[in-house]
């Protein structure tokens, strides 16, 4: 069965520092896809990111970047220099590649910068 | 660029109530998902429909129906609204099963 684990459920930093977010996902798919979503106190989901179960390299864009470790099982995503516009629940997610029809996220980690 | 467009935005019902909620997906995108979102929770996949067919079922309760038009907007049908179907609603859409968009949701609430 597919799970996502985003084990802190609430992290709080100061503006500037860096933060990192934990993703642990379990699948018996050999391919999936794996997501990063932002959900700001307005309410909307915004994709940041999908890397495909083949596609190991680490991404950077910005300020944020994502570790990808097949090893571990994990996806875990980092802000760097965080501002105060980052604050949102972020939501890790899973879906199987082939069908691609439904994505399960995880419960979310709800992140706070403060000023 | 245009985004998937979902109406309306905040719904008010009775308990019994039936409620209509609309998804306009992006221009040419085939798919459409609609998911779930009860406060202080993930969302929760519901269903999903490529090409006007559905292709996936999740937890959608029997009051709820949904379907997809020729002209790819979709509806969620939801009959006797009970106080736990309070939630965000949101509807996403992609072309060929690609990445999914999400609409910015409506806000239900049963009271």
């Known amino acids: 069965a597919q799970k996502v684990t985003q084990a802190q459920t609430e992290i709080s930093v100061v503006e500037k520092e860096d933060v990192t977010l934990d993703c642990v996902y379990e699948?018996?798919?050999?391919?999936?896809?794996l997501f990063w979503y932002k959900q700001p106190p307005s309410g909307e989901l915004v994709f940041l990111i999908r890397?495909?179960?083949?596609?190991?390299q680490n991404e950077i864009s910005g300020r944020y970047s994502w570790n990808f470790q097949k090893s571990t099982s994990s996806f875990n995503f980092t802000i760097t220099a965080s501002q105060v516009v980052d604050s949102a629940v972020y939501f890790c997610?899973?879906?199987?590649?082939?069908?691609?029809?439904?994505?399960?996220f995880g419960k979310g980690t709800r992140l706070h910068i403060l000023p | 660029a245009a985004g998937v467009i979902q109406s309306p935005r905040h719904l008010i019902k009775e308990k019994r109530e039936t409620a209509t909620l609309k998804c306009y997906p992006i221009?040419?995108?085939?798919?459409v998902y609609w998911y779930q979102q009860g406060p202080g929770q993930d969302p929760q996949f519901l269903i999903s429909?490529?090409?006007?067919?559905?292709?996936d079922k999740g937890s959608i309760p029997d009051r709820f129906s949904a379907q997809q038009f020729s002209d790819y907007h979709s509806e969620l049908n939801m009959s006797s609204l009970e106080l736990g179907d309070s939630a965000l609603y949101f509807c996403?859409?992609?072309?060929?099963?690609?990445?999914?968009?999400f609409g910015a949701g409506t806000r239900l609430s049963v009271l």
């Open positions: 996403a859409s992609s072309l060929n099963q690609n990445i999914q968009y």
């Open positions: 429909f490529y090409e006007k067919m559905q292709s």
């Open positions: 221009p040419r995108h085939d798919t």
């Open positions: 890397r495909n179960s083949f596609d190991e």
């Open positions: 699948t018996r798919d050999t391919t999936y896809y």
């Open positions: 997610a899973l879906s199987e590649a082939e069908r691609d029809d439904k994505i399960i």
